[in-house]
């Protein structure tokens, strides 16, 4: 199996929205998100799929030194041997590929945020900066495109927030900060046990209107020039946006189960976006 092989199995595997988005853009930019992709996932799976948290910080050391090697042009892995020939090619920064994985390893010590700013700061190194090497490699030609791709990587990750707040209370993890849980009266143990309340429903209106804030913030950002260049973020925005907009209609029932929609409705977003330009 060849490293662009192994990617695109790896992408495939995972069922995420994100796939979708890929299918519309030329190959070589299709090889490079999907290697970019395979990275994330397996950095995050080094945390998610290892219940020893010594185990889990191990296996991200070892990446830091893959990324090294990589940046050297000796890389050993699959996925970073994937994603060297297009380091050069769309400018896309090892420092930004750290940055991920120190994200990563915030959920090894950190399972509570005080604060939106705190969360923000999370949200940053696991989606922010996912979203400007994707942009890179989708082809930004202007900064206003990068600030663009920060911000719809924050939409994003707090719609995954709003999705996940049960699967993630039961790893042991709220992301939701403890402040806004206060303002809500809503405490850690009504998450952890699942009681969905008058009040639980107020607080996760109020994340939505966030996130719904932060689409629109990130859309004006992004230049008419670089528009059609970013089908494919505009892509990941229709279906989380859509995704967002479900589990509102839902009624918020996020602690008992997770919304998603279906492959045929994802490829129907994709597609609609794309001939929309």
Not at 99 to 104: K, L, N, Q, W
Not at 228 to 237: D, E, F, K, N, P
Request: some cysteine.
């Amino acid at each position: 199996m060849s490293p662009d092989d192994y990617c695109q199995q790896k992408a495939a595997q995972s069922g995420s929205s994100f796939y979708y988005s890929f299918l519309f853009l030329p190959r070589p930019r299709r090889l490079a998100i999907t290697a970019l992709y395979a990275f994330c996932r397996e950095v995050d799976d080094a945390v998610d799929e290892t219940s020893d948290a010594t185990v889990a910080q191990s296996k991200l050391i070892w990446w830091r030194s893959e990324i090294g090697a990589m940046l050297s042009g000796h890389p050993t892995h699959p996925v970073t041997r994937a994603l060297l020939p297009h380091m050069e090619t769309y400018h896309l920064e090892g420092a930004h590929l750290l940055a991920i994985i120190d994200g990563m390893e915030m959920d090894l010590t950190q399972t509570r945020y005080l604060d939106y700013i705190a969360l923000q700061r999370y949200c940053w190194h696991v989606a922010s900066v996912v979203g400007i090497l994707s942009a890179s490699i989708f082809g930004a030609t202007r900064p206003g495109t990068l600030a663009f791709a920060e911000k719809l990587g924050l939409a994003l990750q707090l719609t995954n927030i709003i999705r996940d707040v049960g699967d993630d209370a039961r790893k042991g993890r709220i992301y939701l900060p403890v402040n806004e849980l206060q303002q809500f009266g809503v405490t850690a143990a009504d998450i952890l046990n699942a009681r969905h309340s008058e009040r639980f429903v107020a607080l996760m209106q109020f994340q939505y209107e966030r996130a719904q804030a932060c689409y629109d913030e990130a859309l004006a950002l992004l230049p008419k020039e670089d528009r059609r260049a970013q089908r494919t973020s505009l892509i990941m925005a229709a279906i989380y946006r859509t995704i967002l907009v479900e589990i509102r209609e839902d009624g918020f029932k996020v602690l008992n189960h997770r919304i998603s929609l279906t492959p045929l409705r994802k490829l129907g977003l994709a597609w609609i976006t794309y001939v929309k330009g």
